[in-house]
Structure formats: C-alpha cells, structure tokens
DNA sequence: TGCAAATATAACTAAAAAGTGATAAGGTGC
DNA sequence: GCACCTTATCACTTTTTAGTTATATTTGCA
C-alpha cells in the first residue's frame, strides 16, 4: 500500500476524486474512514459549511472537523442529531451478506 | 397512546408480533428504541443468544442485554463488532427526503 | 410446580466520545 | 502580500459509553 494510506481525511481528499490508483486502493481500506468520507459527503449535499452544520446541530466547527476527520467512531446519538442537521433520515442497517 | 408505550423493550416485544394494533402504534415512537430493535432482530435472525453474541463480540451478556434495552445509544465501533459478529455487513446512511 | 436456559437490571470502574476555546493551516480573491 | 472564509488540530473538562460482576427476572418445558 503506498498511494492510499493518507494520514488524515485532508490527504484523503486531496487524491480521491483524480486518481483512479488511489481509488482502487481506498476500497481496501479500513472502516475507519468510511463514517468520516459519509459525513463530508452529506454535509456538502446539504451545502453546509463545517460551521453552519455545527450550529444545526449545537455543537461547535471543531467538533464538526473532528467528526469529519475520522479519528474519532462517534455514538448514534450523534448521528441521529447529524441526520436533523443535513435534513436527511439516519438509516442503520445490518444487511445480510 | 395507550399500548404502545413500552417502559423497556421486554415490554415492547411482548406485544409486538401479535397485535395489530400495536404495530400501528409501534411506527409513531420515538427513535428511541430503533436501534435497539434493530438489534434484536439481527441477532434472533443471526440464531443466537445474547449470551453467544456477547462471546462472538468478545463482551458479556449483560452488555448485549444492554444494548438491546434501547436505553444506551452506542457507538459506530460497536456497531461494527456487531455486525462482525452476526455475520452481516454494517451500513450506515443519510438518506434524502 | 420446579428446573434450566435466557434475558434484564443494578452498581461500579475504565475508556472513549462530547463539547469547548484557542489557534494553526489551507485556500480564494483582492 | 493581505484580508477573509473555511477547515484542521491541540489541550482540556464533562458526559456518555464500554466493560464487568453479581443478581434478579422471565420464559419454556419436563
């Protein structure tokens, strides 16, 4: 693994949508990432920027860019009040496979 | 509300499969005990005790029994032990509308 | 009814997330 | 370069979850 190992979601960013290498390789990766890509993804649908999403949700920016950065695997209480903030219904599943 | 205003969800399963009038009632609560729905069906579809999910989790039966009271929302990294541990693939999303 | 398996609850400590303020770093346009 | 907006990170306290032991309660069945 050399290309796809990024350090923090900004690296992550950065290669993502150009290089079709980095992307094959973040399949691979660890669950880590994925709740953080989910976020950004849904907060820039909803056209937010870390901090109005913030104010949706009664929290602060740097909690918003924590969520986002992926250190971090946050309760579902959290992701309930992230789903009223983007305006979008929280759905968790565990599908057969 | 009248029946379908479980105290815990031992209350809640006792009514659930029988009556129709409680699963009426059952879609306009609270998101409270989704989550924990959630994991009682994918255990019991899963075939197993509390007791051997909590194994297959590396926990106890009382932090399975917990989980399923509704009373606690864990955490992603939870999610993610269980579904490892029911053999099914978790998946998270906010979905429009 | 009585036994055994399964589930529920309580009480507690340890670990992790929630939440905050300050500040650094990145990018954009002037 | 310099403002300005946005995102990232650090350091810290508070709150919640994770994890455990012990025990009570429920359920199904002989």
């Given at each position: 693994m050399t290309?796809?190992?990024?350090?923090?979601l900004a690296d992550l960013r950065q290669g993502w949508a150009k290089d079709p290498e980095f992307q094959r390789e973040f399949a691979a990766l660890e669950d880590e990432f994925v709740m953080a890509q989910t976020f950004i993804q849904a907060r820039t649908a909803a056209g937010l920027t870390q901090a109005q999403l913030a104010e949706r949700m009664g929290a602060k920016q740097s909690y918003v860019a924590r969520l986002e950065s992926g250190r971090m695997l946050p309760s579902v209480r959290t992701l309930q009040k992230f789903a009223a903030a983007t305006g979008t219904k929280l759905r968790v599943a565990f599908d057969a496979g």
């Open positions: 290309k796809a190992n990024p350090q923090s």
